[in-house]
């Protein structure tokens, strides 16, 4: 079967401007996870949603990252008022439900803020 | 606080040479420990994890609650098992993971 997919594999955005990132988990997974990975970094854990609800949000950096999974499958990651600071490989994860700790992996979303 | 240390960013062994990585945490409760491997040009996935006890591709890693440490294994060291591998540390339920900086490992032929 399909894996995570996160799609666009690329962004290229300015400075100031909108962006969202859009998750795809494995069909029937509840828990969805979202990380940030910098250069040199290990995954950086910013959200974690169980069906509809974000059931921990502790890692967002700031009020300018919002993320939705409205019908319990497919997630956006929003980011307002981009920063150069932002620029990082943005991570999703999904898995069978929070206590079936392994998690898959997208591919991720390479986001660069000129 | 919750913390993953892997101490080394680079590691080169020999084809056949026994290879550790190192992994130590420190967490507050109980943790969850895994191993996640990044082949390249490949999305991260995961390699094994504490409660199962099992070998993975010749791969073993103990828990040492006393030392707080979870490093990994293998015996004979192959040119396959180059990769980046980072050490993960979830709470019970899995609200939470946290990664190590990770090791970039270069087995040299």
């Known amino acids: 079967g399909a894996g995570v997919s996160q799609t666009p594999s690329n962004k290229v955005t300015e400075k100031g401007k909108y962006v969202e990132l859009r998750c795809d988990p494995i069909s029937g997974h509840t828990a969805l996870y979202w990380y940030r990975q910098s250069l040199g970094q290990g995954p950086e854990f910013l959200i974690y949603?169980?069906?509809?609800?974000?059931?921990?949000d502790s890692g967002l950096p700031n009020d300018r990252f919002f993320a939705v999974r409205p019908e319990g499958s497919v997630s956006t990651l929003k980011i307002q008022r981009t920063e150069r600071g932002d620029s990082a490989v943005y991570l999703c994860?999904?898995?069978?439900?929070?206590?079936?700790?392994?998690?898959?992996f997208g591919p991720g979303t390479r986001l660069t803020v000129l | 606080a919750q913390r993953v240390t892997q101490p080394e960013k680079l590691l080169s062994v020999f084809k056949g040479a026994p290879v550790e990585l190192k992994c130590n945490y420190s967490?507050?409760?109980?943790?969850?420990l895994f191993w996640y491997v990044q082949y390249s040009r490949q999305r991260l996935q995961l390699l094994l994890r504490?409660?199962s006890r099992e070998s993975i591709k010749g791969f073993t890693a103990d828990l040492n609650k006393g030392e707080t440490s979870f490093h990994l294994k293998k015996p004979f060291a192959q040119e396959e098992d180059s990769a980046m591998y980072y050490c993960?540390?979830?709470?019970?339920?899995?609200?939470?993971?946290?990664f190590g900086t990770g090791t970039s490992l270069t087995v040299i032929p």
């Open positions: 504490h409660i």
């Open positions: 994860a999904s898995s069978l439900n929070p206590n079936y700790n392994e998690q898959f």
């Open positions: 949603f169980q069906g509809t609800g974000a059931a921990d």
């Open positions: 967490y507050s409760g109980s943790p969850e």
């Open positions: 993960a540390l979830s709470g019970i339920g899995g609200n939470q993971f946290y």
